[in-house]
């Protein structure tokens, strides 16, 4: 089976741009999160997706969007770009939103803002 | 608010001998805890978690972590380590409530096997 696909692999912006994440769960997962990784830290949380509805939202600027379509997939949309943006994406998702099963993650996205 | 802490940020151990990376949390209520793995310029891999029961929880690749609610801690173990273990380990704690999938990562711990 496929596990978490993410696209695009790499990508340069500059500041002020705007830019469209894509992510594909493993077939089945109807829970999608998005996490921003910047280097020498740890995944931040930034969304959750569940059944198309939002079911969490970190700590991010409203800048910051995302949705979920019918097949499960996900988009995350940033706005107004900022150097500070610079960071690997990563997209997990997960079987349900309410039991504690694992979370799978994809290769992420890495963006570059310049 | 729920928190995790890897007070190493590097830890080297030679290839054949046992390693620990440590991890402590605070949360309220039950801790779901799990360890994740990073290659470089890869993508997070589940290791193991714990939710309930058994204090020694048994992972991928060997590995296994043991849960010590009195410490607070959850130190991710392996009897004997290999060259290719090394990567960046990070402690995770799933965000309380049950609402959210929200996990709350460490800042990791750098693991360097050493041949």
């Known amino acids: 089976d496929a596990g978490v696909t993410q696209s695009p692999t790499h990508l340069i912006k500059t500041r002020g741009q705007q830019v469209t994440l894509r992510c594909s769960p493993i077939s089945g997962h109807k829970s999608v999160s998005w996490y921003q990784q910047v280097l020498g830290q740890g995944p931040q949380f930034i969304f959750q997706y569940y059944e198309k509805e939002e079911r969490g939202r970190g700590n991010f600027p409203d800048r910051f969007s995302a949705r979920q379509f019918p097949n499960y997939s996900s988009e995350l949309n940033v706005n107004a770009l900022l150097l500070g943006d610079s960071a690997l994406y990563l997209c997990a998702s997960s079987l349900w939103d309410r039991d504690v099963s694992e979370q799978f993650f994809g290769p992420g996205t890495r963006l570059t803002v310049l | 608010a729920q928190s995790v802490a890897q007070p190493e940020d590097q830890v080297n151990v030679a290839e054949g001998n046992p390693l620990t990376v440590k991890c402590t949390y605070s949360?309220?209520?039950?801790?779901?805890l799990f360890w994740y793995v990073q290659y470089p310029n890869r993508g997070l891999q589940f290791l193991l978690k714990?939710?309930?029961?058994?204090?020694l929880v048994k992972g991928s690749y060997g590995f296994e972590a043991e849960f010590n609610k009195s410490q607070t801690s959850f130190h991710l173990k392996k009897p004997s380590a290999l060259v290719s273990d090394s990567a960046l380990y990070f402690c995770a704690v799933r965000d309380g409530g049950g609402a959210t999938n929200k996990l709350i990562f460490g800042t990791g711990t750098l693991l360097a096997v050493q041949p």
């Open positions: 714990y939710i309930t029961g058994d204090n």
């Open positions: 949360v309220s209520g039950n801790p779901y």
